[in-house]
């Protein structure tokens, strides 16, 4: 198992010329740059934009479509009463601390999890032991914290390490005890900051002309899919189980948000609410389609012991087990590993992490996270919760809507019960404006007390029943108003609230864990050592397919490079001509940089013959052939049908002069 | 031209059942709609959701991909100085009125617009003309107003007439002077509401967690494609003209949504901000390709004189006649046109509006609306603005930032002009702390204070400048400190900052007209008087291409059925299968509603022989072929390359008996 942040062919990574290599090819930019920015926010370029649709286009195809899901589209604003049940209003939040010196506002989990990792780092200094940059996936964050070189006892050295094997697990008191017990301090005041306190993560807002009603920006997408479920029934007539999906931005206030794209206030997520009977052990019928793939996985009971070692194992195996509760929760876990991989995502890379009971958001029953290495470290990218019934019931119980499935039972059910019937007739006249109230208190009565209740009928002719507010609290109900008897009850239907499965996406965490993952120095490659980045996305997601660049500004290439793009266009491959006036080298240079897998020259032999060239990005080999081979194999390599080999050994490969030493 | 809402086959168009039928088929749906709702939020169902992924997917093709556009993704939260340089925090408001006695807030122009109407009617009606709720394209709105039927004076009528032509020019405080001069009422409450006030329409946030950042939900794309000019221009390579492109969502807290899917908070939009030269009359190379459409205009004048009577003209001839400003406007109102036309709007229900001087938001110079005739009226659906230098120079001026093209000239320009060189070697220890500001003065001066200056130093030896704060206000300069001189200056780049054409559609509206266009009752074409509603999109953005269904839950049409449907997902055809146990024509029937054009039919002849039917939604008529070639017919239909006439001549036709009759 990898371990540590590289590139693709195994090099340390550079993340800061990475990062520059990005903002030069627009895939990203800080938000109101010219503003001077605001921290958190991001706005993608036409790369990135097109990276970005292309991830989620394969995503719809690979959930939505392939299951038949309810895609809906729901408002991002929210108002206050959905949230407050939902629990957001009191639960979404971070533990925040306060530095009494100079106000700097921290993350509290980050901050202990920044001191103890320098502390260490620290340590190793002082023993002499060899601290590179590279080899700490987690650099980026350290560069805050300045780091002293002080031998710590080894006992002490393993306490840092078990806590941070579980630092998510810690909540705020809990946090607050490990800043004074180990007495952190901000390293920008030498000050212990002030203990943790609850920061609420939505951003608020009202909603109409009188600011009357307050509201905020979705935190997640699922409330929108759940509020609907009624209707999404309905509409799969009745059908179970399903699932509904979203796609859409959701927001969330950061306290300090880092590392770029990995932490950010606004972020596009791909949300799948799938909704099982909780009878029958949350069986899935595609589960046998899976059952073999194997998963890397990092259970709750290894980091409570402090540890990160991880298990490989096939997800049926895991299920069987009971390392993963459910075969629907795995048939999940394992769908996202299918797409991981068919994104491009290096598997080597990735893990899922089964989250600790603290760590646990409060809808959840289980959750396990796909995370991404990256050099910030292993990242969550995709969550996988079991919620249970646990959102349906509260906006149920809130609003009074029936969010239940009803199921037809091929066999009646028989239940033997004690029931009550009440002579409505005299009980009003009796009870008068208390007679709701009793007929209430005894229906609401259970099992045990009625049988008590139907042996005083027996034996008193009338029974006691406690009624808060009314009379003396005690009141007597005479055996002509009401009935208590052990009778047989035949139901046809069956009432329940669906449990539900949700795969959670974080789309651009997964669009730049990708482009780490597909990163690559073609210079140190060949030995050189200026920065030549490539980015090897499969063709699927490339933003850009196809290069076009006729050899030099020539006139007589433009009628070839017209009629190649709109060949391109009309079978919906996308295409960008570079006609700029930089050596060929130089422009393929910067489609490597931009990802784009295949490039087609235009050059006086095109000219005579009517043949053009295919450069592959990997390999940099060409091969020449005329127009309409070309377009087709450009055309099966788009689609995955073929790959460079196949094309390399049935097209006669071309060596162009100009071309081959522009590119070295 | 049509001037009334109707169905596609022209009859009256009744809106409560048409909205109650995209409800129950969940095209859309208020959001929180358990929790009560909240005005102006609404959910897309499945359908809807789709629809309204191929409007855009068919919108990226028709304007991003046709002209290489750089399509970006940017960020909703807005912080609050971008937004108070773009001049939305002081202008981007609604007229708002309060009834002091029931506190109801209006929208002041609909309230106008509102009571004016209901009195015309009620003249109407005391004059015995005949008015027909389906008569009234804003009925819709009129349900707030009651009618009184009282006759008007003839001038009084052609006043209320006029003033509603031009209701949409009229400010804040006019619209204060109309309530008073006609004694506007609340219907409400019989009184007489306060005078407007301005309400601005954005979503107020704060960023990060000391809340000190003010921010908002963005009310357009725009701003986040401005701040990024200068790095799309690297991107493209210094070339101009090209154009950016936003899809995504945007906020108005509106101050009183009403007609649904027409005026809400939160919805989608598309932009293109299209960078052109103010200089060469703003001209489009691909003009000529467009120049001989013909397009519906209602122009400025027209509506100022009190009268809505448009004009169809070609595009070219409104360019050269002036009536549309230039030559790139008029090239994206036709690509405009072109656009509605493609996804299948009633082209017979569409006009390009003028604004009037005052209705123009505070940055357009120029703008046309093009409107979709609905049963609320004529809908603004995409607006076309000419926003010239507007945003990026109030952008550049308060960042600093250059957001300017600089061209290389061809042919160098040579300017002859008074010039001042300072000596500021000298300078500098004669005015001490001064010296910047005296710089500045002296820079600051034009043309016709130079030669003055140039004058009084060849005359006295020194000259006199005023500048404020500096000694008395007036400073001496020396002629051995400066010299003020006619000479020549050559420029051999041009620096300008480019005007900006922005063609901005609305997907909700757009979608939400479309749908009213092609609805139609088949009950009531075929006789019958029961609702049997039809949406007759086109293939190309119907929610849902093919309906498949056996024709009962016999277990030997299920292979059939899974046949079918992998080999219309293999080639991107998304289909649905209906297997409930409702008849064949109720399936179809529920099929019509949801505007899925094409449907197979698995019968026991399938069994036998492998043939499956193809019924066309519109005509309800069925053709029967082996797999193969219903397949082949049903890509052909939906990628547009046939027509249901040319299916139905090739195949032979099926009157199935049990079909013919479930569907009659």
């Known amino acids: 198992m990898t371990t540590t942040a590289t590139t693709l062919k195994g090099q340390p990574l550079d993340r800061q010329t990475l990062d520059a290599m990005l903002r030069r090819r627009l895939f990203f930019t800080p938000a109101f740059e010219i503003y001077g920015g605001v921290a958190g926010l991001f706005d993608y370029g036409p790369p990135g934009c097109s990276l970005q649709a292309n991830i989620v286009d394969l995503w719809r195809k690979h959930f939505i479509l392939e299951e038949d899901m309810l895609e809906i589209d729901t408002t991002v604003l929210t108002p206050h009463e959905v949230l407050k049940t939902s629990g957001h209003v009191d639960k979404f939040a971070d533990w925040m601390c306060k530095d009494p010196k100079n106000g700097d506002i921290l993350r509290a989990d980050h901050f202990v999890e920044d001191v103890l990792e320098s502390r260490l780092k620290g340590d190793k200094e002082a023993r002499g032991e060899k601290v590179e940059e590279e080899d700490d996936p987690k650099k980026k964050k350290k560069r805050k914290t300045k780091t002293e070189a002080v031998k710590l006892d080894d006992a002490l050295v393993q306490e840092y390490e078990e806590i941070l094997a579980r630092i998510d697990n810690y909540n705020g008191e809990e946090l607050g005890e490990l800043i004074k017990k180990y007495d952190l301090k901000n390293p920008a005041t030498g000050v212990q900051p002030s203990p943790p306190v609850a920061f609420n993560l939505m951003f608020q807002t009202s909603i109409g002309p009188?600011?009357?009603?307050?509201?905020?920006?979705?935190?997640?997408?699922?409330?929108?899919?759940?509020?609907?479920?009624?209707?999404?029934?309905?509409?799969?007539?009745?059908?179970?189980?399903?699932?509904?999906?979203?796609?859409?931005?959701?927001?969330?206030?950061?306290?300090?948000?880092?590392?770029?794209?990995?932490?950010?206030?606004?972020?596009?997520?791909?949300?799948?609410?799938?909704?099982?009977?909780?009878?029958?052990?949350?069986?899935?019928?595609?589960?046998?389609?899976?059952?073999?793939?194997?998963?890397?996985?990092?259970?709750?009971?290894t980091q409570l012991a402090g540890k990160t070692d991880v298990k490989k194992m096939t997800i049926g195996d895991a299920v069987r087990n009971k390392v993963v509760d459910n075969e629907t929760l795995g048939y999940f876990l394992a769908r996202i590993h299918l797409f991981l991989q068919k994104i491009g995502v290096d598997?080597?890379?990735?893990?899922?992490?089964?989250?600790?009971?603290?760590?646990?958001?409060?809808?959840?029953?289980?959750?396990?996270?796909?995370?991404?290495?990256?050099?910030?470290?292993?990242?969550?990218?995709?969550?996988?919760?079991?919620?249970?019934?646990?959102?349906?019931?509260?906006?149920?119980?809130?609003?009074?809507?029936?969010?239940?499935?009803?199921?037809?039972?091929?066999?009646?059910?028989?239940?033997?019960?004690?029931?009550?019937?009440?002579?409505?007739?005299?009980?009003?006249?009796?009870?008068?404006?208390?007679?709701?109230?009793?007929?209430a208190a005894l229906e609401a009565t259970n099992q045990e007390q009625r049988e008590k209740l139907a042996k005083q009928l027996a034996e008193n002719g009338e029974l006691e029943l406690e009624v808060a507010g009314v009379g003396n609290g005690i009141v007597k109900v005479s055996k002509d108003l009401v009935k208590v008897e052990f009778r047989k009850r035949v139901e046809n239907t069956r009432e329940y609230t669906p449990n539900v499965i949700e795969p959670s996406f974080g789309i651009g965490r997964i669009m730049y864990s990708l482009i780490e993952h597909v990163y690559w120095n073609r210079a140190t490659e060949d030995g050189g050592d200026e920065a030549r980045g490539v980015l090897s996305f499969p063709p699927t997601v490339a933003p850009t397919k196809v290069l076009?660049?006729?050899?030099?500004?020539?006139?007589?290439?433009?009628?070839?490079?017209?009629?190649?793009?709109?060949?391109?266009?009309?079978?919906?491959?996308?295409?960008?001509?570079?006609?700029?006036?930089?050596?060929?080298?130089?422009?393929?240079?910067?489609?490597?940089?931009?990802?784009?897998?295949?490039?087609?020259?235009?050059?006086?032999?095109?000219?005579?013959?009517?043949?053009?060239?295919?450069?592959?990005?990997?390999?940099?080999?060409?091969?020449?052939?005329?127009?309409?081979?070309?377009?087709?194999?450009?055309?099966?390599?788009?689609?995955?049908?073929?790959?460079?080999?196949?094309?390399?050994?049935?097209?006669?490969?071309?060596?162009?002069?100009?071309?081959?030493?522009?590119?070295?």
Chains 1, 2 share one sequence.
């Open 210 to 301: 009188s600011s009357n009603l307050p509201g905020y920006l979705r935190p997640e997408t699922a409330q929108g899919q759940f509020l609907n479920f009624a209707k999404l029934l309905d509409f799969n007539m009745q059908q179970m189980p399903f699932a509904s999906a979203s796609i859409g931005r959701s927001y969330r206030n950061e306290i300090s948000p880092r590392a770029g794209l990995l932490r950010v206030r606004e972020f596009l997520m791909a949300e799948i609410e799938h909704f099982v009977d909780p009878e029958g052990g949350k069986k899935h019928h595609r589960f046998p389609e899976i059952d073999a793939i194997e998963l890397t996985l990092l259970d709750r009971h």
């Open 347 to 439: 598997m080597t890379k990735v893990r899922f992490r089964q989250h600790m009971e603290n760590e646990m958001a409060h809808y959840a029953t289980d959750c396990w996270d796909a995370e991404l290495l990256t050099s910030s470290g292993w990242i969550e990218c995709v969550g996988c919760a079991d919620r249970s019934a646990y959102d349906l019931s509260v906006h149920a119980k809130k609003t009074g809507a029936p969010l239940v499935v009803r199921e037809r039972l091929d066999e009646p059910r028989v239940f033997e019960e004690w029931q009550v019937e009440i002579d409505r007739k005299k009980f009003g006249p009796q009870f008068k404006k208390d007679g709701k109230t009793v007929e």
């Open 548 to 664: 076009i660049v006729p050899l030099s500004a020539n006139k007589q290439f433009q009628p070839f490079v017209s009629k190649i793009s709109q060949k391109l266009r009309k079978i919906g491959i996308s295409a960008r001509v570079d006609s700029s006036s930089a050596t060929i080298g130089k422009r393929y240079s910067r489609n490597d940089e931009l990802g784009t897998p295949l490039g087609v020259t235009i050059d006086f032999q095109t000219v005579q013959d009517s043949t053009i060239t295919l450069r592959d990005r990997d390999s940099t080999k060409q091969v020449r052939a005329d127009e309409d081979t070309i377009v087709a194999a450009i055309q099966s390599l788009v689609t995955g049908a073929r790959e460079w080999k196949d094309i390399a050994t049935e097209l006669p490969a071309f060596e162009g002069q100009e071309v081959d030493v522009a590119v070295r």
